[in-house]
């Protein structure tokens, strides 16, 4: 077979990653604002942060479960696809691995029984608790794949003896240069995937006209929420971008399609086709200084481009170039929504707009698809290195007959194309059933032996929506 072995396993880690990293995305920021949900209740009673709490738990434990078993293969296709890379660097990675498994995974799988199944077995505070450490530890879980992956990308506290990696200092390993950046760029990139989907759903049910005062509750929070992130998730990406021009400038030249050895007062390009073959780009549009500005914080500053290195070491460009494009694109419409919320909420209009809802309806997989590019960033763009110039991804290919590759390659896309079937299928039919009732919920709170004044107020809503159903059937 012709096909290169080092190409099909890549793709085939690429294609796995890619499946898997769209249910941390959900999980990681989903986790917060059901914490923020539940302790918005209990320090205020309000039924509908409670029906917030207990309609999104469900779909987190679906999201959650799907990111358990699509990450396990991942750890296999290291021995499996990529032997190599476990010799050479299990030293510095084997343990962040293990630790990722021992302080987070089991603070997450250990208190999502209560969380889901302890409402009417512990005490409120108690549940409070298991849900407040299964948060932490989608953090602490995203803490240390970021630390060893940023480690693959900017490198540091090791040496190299013979041939393999060996810590000399594992605070320079955990906090290496790019960590801080990614880490907090990725956790606030999962916040607001997370507050897309749950306002993209109370928008559909807005539209719909169905569970409006659960929908308006949650509408109006992602988007006071989203005014927030998204504008500090600018800011973030801005220095992310400056730390990626001091280590990795091979990575940025590839993002901003800069060939020359060196280029001053660089262009911001809004549409290019970048050509490897001639080393230019194609169909420029571009806006004269404004790269320099944005990358250099100066009008005319000079930024290394693709021409400094060899072909050999640099990453495919268009790909590079164009995921960029797509995931700072989706995050200005993610800014965009959230200012044309703050102008809707000022004129009274922000639950009933319907081309504004439809819009949010749309984007509830946006931030998921902003995450995936964001990661075909991170990762093609480190190529052709597996270790940021020490070692090649080419050098860590397990002796594998391509058949044998290709033929997993076409078993994971049918089965992960099934299991994300599934999954939607899941999803779908717990966003037809909607939030628990005020019936539901009255019964739920008397099991929970919750205050007199928290079961008053349910009732009282459960009257409002029985004298509104009545009058809807007389019309």
Excluded at 432 to 442: D, I
Aim: hydrophobic share 50%; with cysteine.
């Amino acid at each position: 077979m012709d096909i290169d072995v080092a190409i099909l396993s890549r793709i085939q880690f690429a294609f796995t990653v890619s499946f898997h990293i769209i249910f941390p995305s959900i999980t990681i920021g989903l986790a917060t604002l059901i914490a923020i949900f539940e302790g918005m209740w209990l320090k205020t009673h309000n039924p509908y942060y409670l029906q917030l709490a207990k309609f999104w738990i469900k779909p987190f434990a679906i999201t959650f479960g799907m990111g358990v078993v699509s990450g396990i293969v991942l750890s296999y296709e290291f021995g499996t696809n990529f032997s190599k890379f476990s010799e050479i660097t299990g030293a510095v990675l084997g343990p962040l691995m293990a630790y990722e498994v021992l302080t987070a995974f089991f603070m997450e799988a250990g208190f999502l029984g209560v969380m889901l199944f302890g409402w009417q077995r512990v005490g409120r505070k108690l549940h409070y608790f298991a849900t407040l450490t299964v948060m932490v530890g989608t953090w602490v879980s995203a803490f240390w794949i970021i630390v060893a992956n940023s480690w693959m990308q900017t490198p540091a506290g090791h040496k190299i003896v013979n041939g393999k990696f060996e810590v000399e200092s594992w605070m320079e390993v955990i906090f290496n240069p790019s960590m801080p950046y990614r880490l907090t760029h990725m956790l606030m990139a999962s916040l607001i995937t997370a507050t897309f989907v749950v306002a993209g759903i109370s928008a559909y049910y807005l539209l719909k006209k169905q569970n409006i005062p659960f929908a308006k509750k949650a509408m109006s929070m992602c988007m006071w929420f989203a005014l927030v992130l998204t504008p500090l998730q600018v800011y973030v990406g801005d220095l992310h971008g400056l730390n990626v021009q001091e280590h990795q400038p091979t990575k940025l030249a590839a993002m901003e399609g800069i060939w020359p050895e060196e280029e001053e007062s660089v262009p911001l390009l809004l549409f290019a086709m970048p050509n490897m073959e001639t080393e230019t780009n194609d169909y420029e549009l571009g806006i004269p200084n404004l790269g320099s500005l944005i990358l250099t914080h100066s009008w005319d500053g000079a930024v290394q481009g693709l021409k400094a290195v060899p072909p050999e070491d640099r990453p495919n460009v268009p790909l590079v170039f164009w995921s960029f494009r797509l995931m700072v694109g989706i995050g200005f419409g993610m800014v965009a929504i959230a200012l044309f919320a703050l102008i809707l909420r000022r004129s009274g209009g922000l639950y009933e707009n319907k081309a504004f809802l439809s819009l949010v309806t749309l984007f509830t997989p946006m931030g998921v698809i902003a995450v995936v590019a964001g990661w075909y960033v991170v990762e093609i763009g480190r190529q052709p290195w597996i270790v940021y110039n020490l070692v090649r991804t080419s050098e860590i290919v397990s002796p594998l007959p391509p058949e044998r590759v290709l033929f997993t390659l076409i078993m994971f896309v049918i089965i992960y194309s099934l299991l994300l079937g599934v999954y939607l299928y899941f999803m779908r039919k717990l966003i037809k059933k909607g939030p628990p009732s005020m019936e539901a919920l009255e019964q739920q709170l008397i099991g929970m032996k919750a205050p007199g004044y928290a079961l008053a107020w349910v009732k009282s809503l459960k009257e409002k929506d029985n004298n509104a159903t009545v009058k809807q059937g007389d019309k």
